[in-house]
């Protein structure tokens, strides 16, 4: 057995990133000790920590960089504050008590340490490579992160170097905006005067992706690179192929219509998972929504209850009684329900009190003058969807 540990801590060019590896000396780490410091790789030469020359830290500790070192100047980087610091931060953590000192002599450490080619201040090469250093082997033998501590922050998590969010429908309500306008140039304007919150995902609508095709989501996506993007395809035939259609223009989820054979829709659902998208399925016209979710192999992550106003007149259930249909109908599994047709704020509410999990908004928002405006009357709902408007966080531990 043996213990994994990781840290990224500073920023610019001294920023230090740390993975390291604690084990037994009898064990896969000593193996794997032994080896790096008697298989010498060009520019990534390994070398043992030491606090200053002559006084290595105990557990021993093998240093390891990850980028090639070309040049001396590179290496006195690593065989100076790096190197320091790693031992530096191995000798307190033995102090502390992070690290036993009952192992001393039979664990050993492996750190891979991170030192940018650019790197000029050997102050914060030294500082960040011990803040992570020890970081990393606290967390190492906390066993971090926990299951429950991986599964909170996987949907809301920013990776500092990819510089976007990878959304992820986790925390309803959502308002959804539907870009239905056929025009791609007030679509942009529309989507330009979107404030940022986490609850608003944006609907590539049908009439959009028709005249322009499946490239306009990627257009959009220009513009908002965080958002969660919906392709409305309503697919009635060949479920896989505009499945990955909407991948490959970076779309978040896609839409297949609920009078889809049900093949289609089994073939297009299997698609959404193989590819790690979102799988919608649009009820409009349906008769029994219930039914045609019982039938499918797997259910989708969105149902969407799509009704207009004029066809509720003639009667049956509400927009609003079906979501608690099939709310009941699966409150044993994980099924997000949708709801659109001629939606308004405040009609908006009754729909969140009903149940539902996303608010579909067209016309209210696209056709209006002040977008900004017509989306925080959405946003006002609830008391956690006002808190999430422009609102910008920064993971660090």
Same mark, same amino acid.
């Given at each position: 057995?043996?213990?994994?540990? $990781? ?6 060019? *001294? ?25 010498? /790789? ?30 001396? *100047? ?50 914060? +090469? @030294? ?16 066993? @971090?992160?926990?299951?429950?501590? +991986? ?27 539907? &870009? ?37 989501? /990627? ?29 490959? $223009? ?19 659902? @299997? $698609? ?22 019982? /039938? ?12 207009? +106003? ?6 049956? &259930?509400?927009?609003? $009684? ?49 977008? *900004? ?9 609830? /008391? ?14």
């Amino acid at each position: 057995m043996y213990l994994i540990g $990781e840290a990224l801590v500073g920023d610019g060019p *001294e920023v230090a990133h740390v993975d390291l590896l604690v084990g037994e000396k009898e064990g896969p780490v000593g193996e794997a000790f032994a080896n790096s410091l008697s298989n010498l /790789s060009a520019g990534h030469t390994p070398l043992l920590a030491v606090i200053r020359p002559n006084l290595p830290a105990k557990p021993s500790t093998l240093l390891v960089p990850k980028v090639t070192v070309k040049n001396l *100047e590179q290496a006195a980087r690593i065989f100076g504050p790096a190197q320091a610091a790693v031992a530096k931060a191995v000798a307190d953590s033995v102090e502390e008590g992070i690290i036993p000192k009952d192992k001393l002599e039979s664990w050993v450490i492996i750190c891979s340490v991170f030192v940018h080619p650019d790197a000029k201040d050997y102050r914060k +090469i @030294y500082h960040y490579n011990y803040g992570a250093t020890r970081l990393a082997l606290r967390r190492a033998t906390a066993n @971090y992160p926990g299951l429950e501590k +991986i599964l909170y922050e996987k949907d809301r998590a920013k990776h500092p170097i990819m510089g976007f969010k990878v959304p992820r429908l986790w925390r309803p309500p959502y308002i959804q905006i539907a &870009l239905d306008i056929p025009d791609i140039e007030r679509a942009k304007t529309v989507v330009g005067q979107i404030p940022r919150s986490d609850r608003i995902v944006l609907e590539v609508g049908t009439p959009l992706i028709k005249k322009y095709g499946a490239k306009v989501i /990627s257009e959009l996506r220009t513009l908002v690179r965080d958002f969660f993007i919906i392709a409305d395809f309503k697919t009635l035939d060949v479920g896989k192929v505009e499945v990955d259609l909407a991948f490959e $223009e970076t779309a978040d989820g896609v839409t297949a219509s609920g009078l889809a054979p049900v093949e289609t829709l089994d073939a297009f659902i @299997y $698609e959404t998972r193989k590819l790690g998208i979102y799988a919608i399925v649009d009820m409009m016209g349906v008769k029994d929504p219930v039914a045609v979710l019982k /039938s499918l192999n797997e259910l989708p992550e969105v149902v969407l209850l799509h009704r207009g +106003i004029d066809v509720e007149k003639k009667g049956g &259930l509400t927009r609003w $009684e079906q979501i608690q249909v099939v709310k009941n109908a699966f409150k044993d599994r994980k099924l997000m329900v949708a709801v659109a047709g001629g939606v308004t704020p405040d009609t908006a509410r009754t729909a969140i009190d009903s149940g539902a999990d996303i608010i579909v908004v067209g016309r209210y928002i696209t056709q209006s003058k002040d977008v *900004e405006r017509s989306v925080r009357e959405f946003l006002e709902c609830t /008391s956690e969807m006002r808190e999430d408007v422009d609102l910008f966080r920064e993971h660090v531990e």
